[in-house]
């Protein structure tokens, strides 16, 4: 009995690592959509993620900071809404121009871009 529930465990973990993977956000315009609501900070030491924007797919792997945009909801891992102001937020993030600067600067928030769909 005890290797059964070893085995199902394994497996829900299998699951819920893969799930992690991959960071295709779509940007809605409606806040009530969202599900992570995202400020864009002026200074990278201001933000809790610095973001990379991928320009292909198959680039964007892991909850690393490496995001490519979708064109429709049903295809993004997670849908995120840009506030005006930082107080609105669940996240703040800054755009980096290089790959290698893309990652966590608070890893408490990481929790909110793993996948939800």
Known sequence: MKYIQHIILLCLFMVSATGALAQK?????HEYQAQV?????????????????????????GNEGKWFFVDHEYQADVTVYFVDHEYQADIKVCFVSHEYQAGWRNSEKKYLLYKRN
């Not at 956000?25 to 315009?29: I, K, W």
């Not at 864009?40 to 973001?51: G, P």
């Open 25 to 29: 956000v779509y940007s809605t315009n």
């Open 37 to 61: 609501k995202v400020y864009v900070t002026n200074h990278e030491y201001q933000a809790d993620l610095l973001v990379y924007q991928e320009s292909h797919e198959y680039q964007a792997e």
